[in-house]
C-alpha cells in the first residue's frame, strides 16, 4: 500500500519537516515494514515557461516538429539562452501554442529514472532543455502532449495566477513530495487504505486521528430507494455472501466531466491509473477508507437488484473483456434476480458500466463475505483491487459512509443531484467478545505489562474494554476481523510498545526433549548414503498425468491412484506424487542434462497412498466442529515416507588400477540394504518382476517378518528412452515406515572373540532360475550359530556349469568359543552343502 505523506497529513498530525524515512520508521514501529520511499526523483531546474513562438518544421522522414522560443525568466534566459529573450526548445507535440504556459526542465535537471537532460543537437537545432509531458515528470500515464499548465491547473486558479516564467514547478506540481509503500500483512486488511495507515501513524507517533469516515450521512430512513434483495440458498459455513448492502443513486451527472487535478495526482500517487470521473471517485473513496465501491449505469437496471449464488450454466462477460463461466459458488450482483451484473467483490460486468453517455449512477457499498470473494477471485484468477480488500476483510460499519462520500464527490464534480432515498439492507454478524486475562500478555512475552498497559493499548487501537473483575472483556473494532482471541490481543499489546522492546533470549531445551527415534533412525540412514557416495536431493511432489505411463505402470496398478490438485502450482504437474521416483527421475535427468555423467542421488519424502474423498470445505479462521474435523482427518490419504535412490554413470572411474566399472543393479542393491542395515534390520533379496524396473534386473527387498520393504534394480530400457536417461540407469524405492517400524527392537551388539577363525570356500551349481539369495540362506540355515560370515564371491556361467545353469563360489567364516579344527570346519561345510543341495537342488563343483 502507498501513502502520500501529504495525504497522510491530512488525517493525522505529520511533523512539517519530516521525511519519507522517517514517516517509514514511525510505521515499522507498529509493524508496517517498508517497503519502498517514492518521489523527490525531479531535480535541477524544472520551471515555468511561456511560449514565444513556436515554427512547425515538416522532416525528411515526414515527422513535424516545431521548434520554439520559449521564456524561462530573465535570468535563466541570459544563463542558458543565446540573449534575454528566451531559450531555444524542439518539442515533437503540438496540443499547445503561443502563450501557453508550459514546463521546461533546462539542463542539469533530471526526470524520474536518472535521465539527466543536456543541451544537445537535434532536427538541425540545439535543444536548450525539454518541455515536459505528465509521463515524464511522473505525473501519470499521459504522453501524447506535453504539459499546458493553464489546463493543468485549471481548478487551481489562485496558483495558476501567480505563476510566471521561470519560477520553480517542483513544488506547484509536488514533485517534491514523497510516498511511503508499506508491506501488508494478510491480518491486516484495513491498512490497505489511508485511513487504516494514518490510524497506525497516529499510534505509532501519539498523534490524533481525524477520522475520514466521520461524515454526516443521509439516513436510510429518508424513504424507499432503489430496491436490493438479499437471497443466499448457499451460504459458505452458515455465514452469508453478504451481510449489508448500501445503494445510493445520483442523477444528472456529466459522466464525461474530467476528475479534479488533486484527484488524480493522489490516485496516481498510491499506483493507481485515472480513468473517468465515475472510475476515480470511487477508487478513490477505495483508497481513503479501504471500502471497494462499485458504479452502475442506473438506465441499464431493472427496478430491483438481487444478490445471489449463481446458477449452473450461467455466464458473464467483466470489464476486462472476459467471458467467465461461472460456478455456483460465486455471488453475484444480479439485475432483477434474473441477469448477472458482477461477481460481488471481485469485478464488474460489461452491461452495467458506466459510459461517456451515463446520467444517472447507482453507487454499491457493500459488505461481503472474505471467504466467498477469495474463493471467487482464485477461481476465476482475477485478483483485483476490490478482492483484495474483501478477502481481508472490510469494515461493514463504514459502508454508508463511503457511499455517501462517494455521492457528494460526484455531485461536486459531475453536476449531479443525489437521490434523498437511500437503501441500507442486511445486518453486519456483530464481533464476539473476548475474554482477556490482563496477565496474559505477560506471560506469553515474558515482560512485564501491567493492567493499566494493556487497557490503554486495546482502547487505542480501536477496543472497547469492559473490567470483569480478575479478567476483561475486549469488543474488537468493526475494522479488525483479525481479533478473534486472547493471544491476537497479546500480539497488539506487544507491537504497540515495541518488538524492539523484547530481548532476543535462545530457548533453553527442557530435559528430556530432542530428536524422536523416527527422526534419529532417518537421520542416521542419510548419513550411511551419503557416506556410500550418494548426494541428497529434494524435488518437488507434484507431477504430470502421464507418468505413471511413462515409468509403464499396469492398468490397475495402485500407484495410478492419486490425488488431483485443485490449483496446482504448475498446470502441466497437478497430481501428487504416488512413488519419489516420479519425481527423482526428473531431477536425475536434469543434472546429466547439464553435463553430470557419474551421478547417485538419493531422496526422502512422503507419498500420496490412493486417491482422497469428496471432504468438506471448512472456513478459514475457525476450528471446524468435531465431528467435520473427523470426517476430514479420516478422508485424507495415507502419506507414507519412502526414501529413493537413483544413479547412472561409472561407479569406479578408470585409473591405473584398471577399467571404469559402470554402476549396475549390483550397486542400487547394495544401496538399498545400506538402508536396512543402518538401522539394525537385515533385508532379505529375492527376484522379482516390477515397474518401472527391467524384468530380469529386479529384486524385492523383504523384512524379517515377510513383509515387502521395496524394490530395487535396473530401470527398463523404455522408461530410459521416455524420460531421455542414459542407457541402464538404475534406481530403488523402500518404505521408510514399514522400516523403521520393524526396528523397534534393540539390536544387540555380537560379542567380540579372542578366537580365530577358519574359511573355507564352497562352490555350487544350481539352475540360473535360482536365487543367490536362496542358497546362502540355505547354507546358513546348514552351517549353524558357528558361521560368522558368508561371502558371496564369484559368478561363473559357461561349460562347465552347463547350460542354464550357474556356479555361485562362497566364502564361510566360522569362528566359535574355541579354536575350531580342520575335521570340524570340514563337518560344518558339509551340513551347509548338504542343505543348500536339498532346498535348492545345488550339485557342490
Known amino acids: 500500500m502507498r501513502a502520500p505523506i501529504e495525504w497522510l497529513r491530512e488525517l493525522t498530525e505529520v511533523d512539517p519537516g519530516a521525511t519519507g524515512t522517517d514517516v517509514a520508521a514511525t510505521l515499522v514501529r507498529v509493524g508496517l515494514e517498508e517497503e519502498e520511499i517514492i518521489g523527490g526523483e525531479v531535480t535541477g531546474p524544472l520551471v515555468v515557461g511561456r511560449v514565444l513562438e513556436r515554427t512547425p518544421e515538416e522532416q525528411k522522414n515526414g515527422k513535424t516538429i516545431n521548434w520554439c522560443l520559449v521564456d524561462v525568466g530573465s535570468s535563466l534566459n541570459t544563463a542558458h539562452g543565446s540573449g534575454a529573450d528566451g531559450v531555444g526548445i524542439v518539442c515533437g507535440a503540438h496540443n499547445f501554442d503561443v502563450g501557453d504556459l508550459v514546463a521546461v526542465i533546462l539542463p542539469g535537471g533530471v526526470l524520474p529514472g536518472g535521465f539527466e537532460i543536456s543541451a544537445r543537437k537535434t532536427y538541425g537545432h540545439v535543444s536548450t532543455g525539454m518541455i515536459c509531458s505528465s509521463l515524464e515528470l511522473g505525473l501519470g500515464e499521459e504522453h501524447d502532449g506535453i504539459i499546458v499548465l493553464t489546463e493543468l491547473l ?77 437471497v443466499d440458498d448457499a451460504p459458505v459455513d452458515g455465514v452469508p455472501g453478504c451481510d449489508r448492502y448500501v445503494a445510493r443513486v445520483v442523477r444528472g451527472i456529466d459522466a464525461t466531466a474530467s476528475s479534479p487535478e488533486w484527484m488524480r495526482r493522489r490516485l496516481t500517487d498510491v499506483g493507481m491509473r485515472p480513468i473517468s470521473l465515475a472510475v476515480d471517485v470511487t477508487n478513490y473513496v477505495m483508497m481513503l477508507l479501504g471500502q471497494p465501491l462499485h458504479a452502475f449505469d442506473l438506465d ?78 482464485r477461481r476465476h484468477r482475477l485478483s483485483t483491487e476490490a478482492s483484495k480488500r474483501f478477502e481481508r476483510g472490510v469494515d461493514p460499519a463504514v459502508t454508508a459512509a463511503a457511499a455517501q462520500l462517494a455521492i457528494d464527490l460526484l455531485v ?203 471432504l468438506p470445505v471448512p472456513r478459514g479462521g475457525v476450528l471446524p466442529p468435531p465431528e467435520q474435523l473427523d470426517r476430514i482427518t479420516k478422508g485424507v490419504p495415507h502419506q507414507p515416507r519412502h526414501v529413493a535412490i537413483a544413479a547412472t554413470g561409472q561407479a569406479l572411474p578408470a585409473g591405473p588400477w584398471g577399467p571404469a566399472r559402470p554402476v549396475g543393479a549390483g550397486d542400487v542393491v547394495g544401496w538399498a540394504r545400506v538402508v536396512s542395515s543402518a538401522v539394525g534390520v537385515d533385508s532379505a533379496v529375492t527376484a522379482s518382476e516390477r515397474a518401472p524396473f527391467h524384468p530380469g534386473r529386479c529384486v524385492e527387498l523383504t523384512l524379517p517378518d515377510g513383509s515387502v520393504l521395496g524394490y530395487a534394480g535396473e530401470l527398463h530400457p523404455k522408461v530410459c528412452a521416455t524420460l531421455d536417461l542414459p542407457e541402464r540407469t538404475v534406481a530403488a524405492e523402500l518404505d521408510l515406515d514399514a522400516l523403521l517400524a520393524s526396528s523397534g527392537e534393540p539390536v544387540t551388539p555380537a560379542q567380540l572373540s579372542t578366537y580365530p577363525v ?88
Not at 457499498?365 to 466467498?372: E, K, L, S
Not at 540355505?778 to 558371496?792: I, K, N, P, V
Not at 566364502?811 to 566359535?816: D, I, K, S, V
Request: net charge negative; hydrophobic share 40%; charged share 25%.
Open 154 to 230: 485549471a481548478d487551481r486558479p489562485q496558483v495558476l495566477a501567480a505563476l510566471t516564467p521561470g519560477e520553480d514547478l517542483v513544488p506547484v506540481l509536488g514533485l517534491d513530495a514523497e510516498t511511503v509503500e508499506v508491506n501488508v500483512t494478510p491480518d491486516r486488511g484495513y491498512c490497505l487504505s489511508m485511513r487504516g495507515i494514518a490510524r497506525e501513524y497516529a499510534l505509532s507517533a501519539g498523534t490524533p486521528f481525524d477520522d475520514p469516515a466521520d461524515a454526516t450521512v443521509v439516513s436510510a430512513g429518508a424513504g424507499p430507494g432503489h430496491e436490493v434483495r438479499l
Open 412 to 614: 461536486e464534480h459531475g453536476g449531479g443531484t443525489a437521490d434523498a432515498t437511500v437503501t441500507d439492507v442486511g445486518t453486519p454478524v456483530a464481533v464476539a467478545p473476548i475474554t482477556l486475562d490482563p496477565q496474559l500478555p505477560t506471560r506469553y512475552i515474558g515482560l512485564e505489562y501491567p493492567r493499566e498497559e494493556v487497557v490503554r493499548t486495546l482502547t487505542a487501537i480501536g477496543c472497547t474494554v469492559r473490567d470483569a473483575g480478575a479478567m476483561l472483556t475486549v469488543d474488537p473494532p468493526s475494522w479488525r476481523p483479525d481479533l478473534v482471541d486472547g493471544p491476537d490481543l497479546v500480539e497488539e499489546v506487544a507491537r504497540v510498545r515495541g518488538y524492539d522492546a523484547i530481548p532476543s533470549v535462545v530457548p533453553r531445551a527442557s530435559a528430556g526433549r530432542g530428536l524422536s527415534r523416527e527422526q534419529r533412525s532417518r537421520r542416521v540412514i542419510a548419513r550411511a548414503l551419503a557416506g556410500t557416495g550418494l548426494v541428497e536431493v529434494l524435488s518437488y511432489p507434484f507431477t504430470r498425468e502421464d507418468r505413471h505411463d511413462e515409468l509403464g505402470y499396469a492398468p490397475d496398478d495402485a500407484r495410478r491412484e492419486t490425488v488431483r490438485l485443485a490449483n496446482p502450482l504448475q498446470e502441466e504437474a497437478p497430481l501428487m506424487r504416488t512413488s519419489i521416483l516420479d519425481t527423482l527421475l526428473d531431477t536425475l535427468r536434469r543434472n546429466v542434462s547439464r553435463g553430470h555423467r557419474d551421478i547417485g542421488l538419493y531422496e526422502m519424502g512422503l507419498v500420496t497412498a490412493g486417491g482422497v474423498t469428496p
Open 758 to 845: 577358519a574359511t573355507t570356500d564352497v562352490a555350487l551349481v544350481v539352475d540360473e532360475s535360482v536365487p543367490a539369495a536362496r542358497v546362502a540362506a540355505a547354507l546358513r540355515s546348514g552351517a549353524g550359530d558357528t558361521l560368522e560370515e558368508l561371502t558371496l564371491f564369484d559368478v561363473y556361467r559357461g561349460d562347465q556349469a552347463g547350460e542354464g545353469r550357474k556356479s555361485l563360489a562362497y566364502r564361510l567364516t566360522f569362528r566359535a568359543d574355541r579354536t575350531l579344527t580342520t575335521d570340524e570346519v570340514s563337518t560344518l561345510r558339509d551340513r551347509a552343502v548338504a542343505a543348500a543341495g536339498s532346498a535348492t537342488g545345488a550339485q557342490q563343483r
Open 300 to 377: 441499464t437496471l431493472s427496478p430491483a437488484i438481487e444478490v445471489r449464488r449463481a446458477r449452473a450454466g450461467e455466464k458473464l462477460t467483466t470489464l476486462d473483456d472476459v467471458e467467465r463461466t461461472l460456478a455456483e459458488e460465486d455471488l453475484l450482483i444480479t439485475d432483477g434476480g434474473t441477469t448477472p451484473l458482477a461477481i460481488a467483490g471481485v469485478m464488474g460486468g460489461e452491461t452495467s458500466e458506466v459510459t461517456d453517455g451515463t446520467t444517472d449512477v447507482l453507487i454499491e457499498a457493500a459488505h461481503f463475505d472474505p471467504v466467498t470473494v477469495a474463493r471467487s477471485a
